[in-house]
């Protein structure tokens, strides 16, 4: 798959222009500009890929916008060798950007167009992640517990058994809110019941669905 030095070049570009809007972590910029957003984008838009904006890529889901994905990723505090549950699959740019960061990524995606495309591109880069077809809400709970959950899709509350799935120090970041507008939300589990809760700015995600797959 092609990725030649004028995706490279404006890969760099990007990095800069997130890097400018207060993306600190070295890590996570590294991992950005790794990974070759125009190969998880549909050929009609190849030539925005690296636009710092979010595009359809089929099924009513976007790919998102790079600064919120690294904005996310950042928000992980992710170690290497880290479990992490990503609800949420889509385009898989966001769970090849996670496997750059050295984690075990673990995505589940309720589409089955986009987790069987999404599987394909990935693995064609060489990115391994463990994939699932089903409903992001009920997580995986035979994987669990994970160090971190990563919701990308807006939700109206946070799935108790995602909440569960969680380990006591983890990290689980999730855009809450209605259809129109999320609010970024960091929830660390100090213990089986009780969440330390911070919130990092508005978003706009498509729909957290639940109980809902196809």
């Given at each position: ?130 994939f699932f077809y089903g409903d992001g809400y009920k997580g995986l709970p035979s994987f669990a517990p994970f160090d971190k959950i990563l919701i990308t899709a807006g939700a109206t509350e946070v799935p108790s058994d995602l909440l569960d799935q969680l380990k006591i120090g983890g990290i689980l970041v999730v855009p809450l809110g209605d259809r ?35």
């Amino acid at each position: 798959m092609n990725d030649n030095f004028q995706h490279k070049g404006l890969r760099k570009k990007l990095v800069e222009t997130v890097k400018k809007k207060g993306i600190q972590s070295e890590r996570v910029l590294n991992a950005l500009n790794s990974v070759p957003r125009h190969l998880f984008m549909d050929s009609s838009f190849v030539h925005f890929s690296y636009a710092d904006q979010a595009f359809p890529i089929g099924a009513g889901q976007t790919i998102s916008q790079p600064y919120t994905v690294a904005f996310q990723t950042e928000l992980l505090e992710l170690k290497p060798l880290e479990k992490v549950l990503e609800v949420g699959t889509g385009s898989g740019y966001q769970a090849a950007v996670l496997v750059e960061m050295g984690v075990k990524v673990f995505t589940i995606e309720r589409h089955r167009e986009l987790f069987l495309k999404a599987q394909s591109t990935l693995n064609s880069l060489g990115y391994k992640p463990e994939f699932f077809y089903g409903d992001g809400y009920k997580g995986l709970p035979s994987f669990a517990p994970f160090d971190k959950i990563l919701i990308t899709a807006g939700a109206t509350e946070v799935p108790s058994d995602l909440l569960d799935q969680l380990k006591i120090g983890g990290i689980l970041v999730v855009p809450l809110g209605d259809r129109k507008s999320q609010t970024m939300v960091k929830l660390v589990k100090e213990s089986e019941d009780k969440f330390t809760r911070t919130e990092h700015g508005s978003f706009v995600f498509v729909p957290l669905l639940k109980g809902k797959i196809g």
